[in-house]
């Protein structure tokens, strides 16, 4: 995968409070970009599930803003007068993860916003193969921009990162938390999506992703895998979901039947 790299040369605003304090940004290209920090939150993982995330969610059909890899140097954040984002900046030097800001873009409301019942369906699929809890009324991370849907801020997927446990378990979960998603009672079935959205993604492409994880986000100091390692575990869980999708969909489609 091509995926570009570029050097973050202003600091521009905070998005929102939170744990992940993100940032609008300007990068050596001139563009503008949301910046994920691999000094907030969750640390490398939030940034490694807004990769696959994200480049899934591409792989498969769907409209998302481009990844691009940030470099933050360290004088850079030196003049910034909060303290808070002066420490933020200074823990996150080095690779970053921006996406290419659509400036002028509104958030997706499902109550007054359309969205066609199959794509709703596809991107029900998508969340709960992913393991995305964060995809709600309350925060849709889905924007309209120049007429279009598109999806944001994946972060939250990939659950079974950040306990590292039984990869097999965490596979084979039937996602739960799906009963929450904001698309969920506008989706057509979640069965005929599965049949859709299998066509669409192969172990191959979902090999290409991680592959393209950059290996200053593997290394860890709680595991003595190696960036390779760790990659085959990403690896086993993604193409292990596709193969037993059946257990999540079945899942989804019960809740979907329910309300």
Not at 111 to 135: G, K, S
Request: proline share 4%; with cysteine; glycine share 6%.
């Amino acid at each position: 995968m091509d995926i570009r790299r570029q050097n973050v040369t202003r600091y521009i605003s905070p998005l929102r409070e939170g744990g992940s304090l993100p940032a609008l940004a300007e990068a050596d290209d001139g563009f503008k970009y949301v910046v994920k920090f691999r000094g907030a939150g969750h640390g490398a993982k939030a940034l490694i599930a807004e990769f696959i995330g994200g480049e899934v969610a591409r792989a498969v059909g769907f409209k998302v803003p481009e990844l691009v890899f940030l470099d933050i140097d360290e004088d850079f954040g030196r003049t910034e007068g909060d303290e808070e984002i002066q420490d933020l900046l200074k823990a996150s030097q080095g690779l970053n993860l921006g996406l290419h800001y659509l400036d002028g873009s509104m958030t997706f409301d499902p109550c007054a916003n359309a969205v066609d019942r199959d794509t709703a369906a596809d991107i029900v699929w998508l969340d709960a193969f992913l393991t995305n809890v964060d995809r709600t009324a309350r925060n849709t991370n889905m924007l309209i921009w120049h007429g279009e849907l598109w999806l944001i801020d994946h972060g939250a997927s990939l659950m079974f990162h950040h306990s590292w446990g039984d990869v097999e378990k965490a596979l084979r979960s039937p996602f739960p938390y799906i009963k929450d998603h904001a698309l969920l009672p506008k989706a057509s079935s979640i069965i005929e999506a599965d049949k859709r959205m299998r066509q669409k993604i192969t172990p191959r492409t979902l090999s290409k992703i991680v592959d393209a994880l950059p290996d200053e986000w593997l290394q860890r100091d709680d595991t003595d895998m190696s960036p390779d390692d760790i990659r085959d575990v990403y690896r086993r869980f993604l193409n292990g979901r596709l193969a037993e999708s059946r257990i999540f969909v079945e899942q989804a489609e019960q809740v979907r039947n329910s309300i």
